[in-house]
């Protein structure tokens, strides 16, 4: 079986044999980031951080898609979420036209409903379900049901590049010009990013990142970090985790391209199982 994710999953690589990504693309009217293994995160961010003028991004191509599909007869697809991307429609279409070539192959596309740290956590579990030899049929119908036992949680120092492209209202990233002030909030079950907070300094956001984890039932599953330039905060947020649950399994992981662009600088992603 062939696991493939678009590049908003911050993995470039799995431990497994037969993984691919579809590329996102970050745009402006001088340049083009192509999301990845070849991107230099920091050499785009720099540039963003100077560049006055508007960045978007696009998602994977049809092309794209059927290129990560190609040889494969059992598929199974994470997308960023459909209600920012158009991501989840692209693998859709390539999905269709792939099997009108090969009858016989079957496709799994999946909205993650979300981005980054919490579509590595389904594809961690893809991997597991499918190294423990389950079924194409079991294996989609656990994964689904999976993806309603996470949640994904934020802190941002930034929300420029969200609020430029419709992601958030303009009035909240207009908050963040404050010195050291970071909103934090959710995924929502939309998938769409809601702010819920305002927090002072990162020790505060840390704070206010595991009260949310533990108000949606996280008691010591599986963790996933990701983080913009920021490892320090992401490493004492894991220290604190592991405080309260030892047993707790977390990773931290660098966010890739498009997940940068989004986070910004300093921005820090946590995923997590939970039991509500």
């Known amino acids: 079986m062939r696991i493939v994710a678009d590049s908003s999953c911050d993995l470039y690589t799995l431990d497994y044999p037969d993984f691919r990504t579809a590329?996102?693309?970050?745009?402006?009217d001088e340049r083009s980031f192509t999301d990845n293994e070849s991107l230099n995160i920091?050499?785009?961010l720099d540039y963003l951080a100077g560049y006055k003028g508007r960045s978007y991004t696009s998602c994977p191509s049809v092309e794209d898609w059927l290129a990560a599909y190609e040889g494969a007869d059992e598929i199974?697809?994470?997308?960023?979420?459909?209600s920012l991307s158009g991501s989840y429609?692209?693998?859709?279409?390539?999905?269709?036209?792939?099997?009108?070539?090969?009858?016989?192959?079957?496709i799994s596309v999946i909205d993650s409903l979300s981005t980054g740290a919490e579509e590595v956590l389904l594809?961690?579990?893809l991997k597991e379900l499918i190294e423990a030899g389950e079924s194409f049929e079991n294996i989609d119908q656990k994964i689904r049901a999976y993806l309603?036992?996470?949640r994904l949680f934020f802190s941002f120092f930034s929300l420029h590049n969200l609020a430029q492209n419709g992601r958030v209202s303009k009035a909240a990233a207009a908050a963040l010009?404050?010195?050291?002030?970071?909103?934090?909030?959710?995924?929502?079950?939309?998938?769409k990013v809601t702010v819920t907070g305002k927090a002072?300094?990162?020790?505060?956001?840390?704070?206010?990142l595991l009260e949310y984890m533990l108000k949606a039932g996280y008691n010591g599953g599986r963790a996933v970090i990701t983080h913009v330039e920021n490892e320090a905060m992401a490493s004492s947020l894991k220290d604190m985790i592991i405080a309260s649950w030892p047993q707790a399994d977390v990773h931290i992981l660098p966010a890739k391209g498009l997940c940068s662009y989004y986070m910004e600088r300093r921005g820090v992603v946590i995923s997590c199982e939970t039991q509500n």
């Open 23 to 28: 590329p996102l693309k970050v745009y402006t």
């Open 42 to 44: 920091k050499d785009m």
């Open 76 to 82: 199974f697809v994470s997308t960023v979420t459909s």
């Open 89 to 106: 429609n692209s693998a859709m279409t390539a999905a269709g036209m792939y099997q009108e070539e090969h009858p016989e192959a079957k």
């Open 123 to 125: 594809l961690y579990k």
């Open 148 to 150: 309603k036992t996470t």
């Open 177 to 191: 010009c404050v010195l050291n002030i970071s909103v934090t909030g959710t995924a929502s079950e939309a998938g």
């Open 200 to 208: 002072r300094g990162e020790r505060k956001s840390i704070k206010t």
